[in-house]
């Protein structure tokens, strides 16, 4: 294939944990974009049928500054977009030291690795968990930042090294902080695969096809219209276009650093999306009531507006029925891949 200039002068953008749930929706929007890509990921928690096969695919620790120093003069690497880290806020309580670990000291190292690479642009996956259980909803990205977990707390100090980090060398950097990501691919090239997702969408499409006996309903005695949780849920592949434009926004300005929410505004509650999983698959889940968990926020919706005010984001597919029918329909190839269905 003959390279376009525009396609000539896109840096390659190295993307850890891209066998995983959102950093596979990256590559492949990177991909479609035509950005030159490579990934590096462990494959403890990631797939390797999850990277495309002309996608350079290193195996490996994003602790280990040997390998990363080589990917980042084999493949010519501007641009890091950090996925890699471990996401189960319950395990980060009962074991903090891992996720201090994962995703603290070994986003030390990877930024480290960017500063002696003369990588100039760095996006991380961040989340609202940074707020913890904030006292207004919607939730801006001037809402304190007062993490209940240690997962929250893990990003949060990341954040906090990239923005010393971007002051003391040069280097820019985007801090995304992710809502409740849903859905998969609208082409099926990708999908939420982890064994055991704790994602209420992820968990409800899995009951709708006789995967669960059930799903759990925490609480439902929330000041909420139906006393169930509510969050905000963003389509993968909505977040995934996030990130592209917010890498040409860092490339566009080298000297600005930004901080965005990524959400849509509008929350479901539990029963809202179970509801919602019924009418697309034609079938009734059951639903059983259990204790609220420690530590769970009533609402978590965030507000958009600094997202939107400063990148050209439209949403694709902000509609809960649309997330849930690729969600679904993911599922449904995920049996196929693994040869339970």
Request: aromatic share 8%; net charge negative.
């Amino acid at each position: 294939m003959v390279e376009t200039a525009s396609q000539a002068a896109k840096p390659c953008v190295l993307v850890t944990g891209g066998a995983g749930y959102i950093g596979s929706h990256a590559v492949l929007a990177l991909k479609d974009a035509g950005w030159p890509v490579a990934v590096i990921d462990n494959l403890s928690t990631g797939f390797r049928f999850a990277v495309p096969d002309d996608v350079p695919l290193y195996e490996g620790d994003i602790e280990d500054g040997d390998l990363l120093a080589r990917i980042v003069a084999e493949q010519g690497v501007g641009a890091i977009m950090h996925f890699a880290g471990s996401i189960v806020v319950p395990e980060s309580v009962s074991d903090p030291l891992k996720y201090y670990h994962n995703n603290t000291v070994k986003s030390r190292a990877l930024i480290a690795a960017a500063v002696k690479g003369h990588v100039p642009h760095f996006i991380f996956s961040s989340t609202a968990a940074t707020y913890g259980m904030p006292e207004v909803s919607p939730v801006t990205e001037e809402t304190p930042r007062i993490p209940i977990n240690p997962y929250g707390w893990s990003k949060l100090m990341t954040e906090q090294m990239l923005a010393d980090t971007a002051n003391a060398h040069p280097i820019n950097y985007c801090a995304l902080r992710y809502f409740n990501v849903a859905g998969a691919d609208p082409r099926a090239r990708s999908g939420q695969s982890t064994a055991g997702a704790t994602h209420l969408i992820k968990v409800a499409v899995e009951a709708a096809l006789g995967k669960r006996d059930f799903v759990s309903v925490y609480g439902t005695d929330y000041d909420t219209p139906d006393g169930t949780g509510v969050r905000d849920y963003i389509h993968v592949s909505d977040l995934a276009a996030a990130h592209l434009l917010a890498l040409e926004a860092l490339i566009a300005q080298p000297q600005r650093s930004l901080t965005m929410n990524c959400g849509y505004g509008r929350g479901f509650s539990v029963m809202e999306v179970l509801d919602a999983v019924d009418r697309v698959t034609n079938m009734t889940i059951e639903r059983r009531i259990e204790p609220r968990r420690a530590g769970d926020a009533g609402s978590l919706v965030s507000d958009p507006a600094r997202i939107r005010a400063t990148l050209p984001w439209q949403s694709q597919y902000a509609d809960l029925d649309t997330i849930i029918g690729h969600a679904l329909a993911w599922e449904r190839k995920l049996s196929e891949i693994r040869g339970d269905g």
